[in-house]
């Protein structure tokens, strides 16, 4: 969305928000949010993130509200956007443990 662009400033606690909550999740791990200033605050850190993995924030009300939302979240996940939440996650974490193991094989 904004690659190649300059993010618009959030106020620096939220700043500070985004970047606590990722650090608390691994490299291309699943950071579940329950608000708009969770989500908001994770997103622009994760737009930021350049070195690392990213870390995919999702809002369980929106997955199940919003296909739109739903849509784009699969995508992110590389999973299918009929899942439930839960079994999106699953998938997505076999699907990442795939991929460490094929690396790790190299």
Known sequence: ????RELPLLPPAMRELGDNLLASCP?????????DTETVSA?????????????????PDLYVTDQHYRERTAKLLNVDPRL?????????????????EEAAKK
């Open 1 to 4: 969305i904004f690659v190649g």
């Open 84 to 100: 439930p939440l839960r079994d999106a996650i699953k998938a997505a974490a076999k699907e990442e443990a795939k991929e460490v």
């Open 43 to 59: 997103w622009y850190a994760a737009l930021q993130r350049t070195a690392q993995e990213p870390v995919v924030p999702v809002r």
């Open 27 to 35: 490299s291309g791990g699943i950071l579940v949010t329950g608000g």
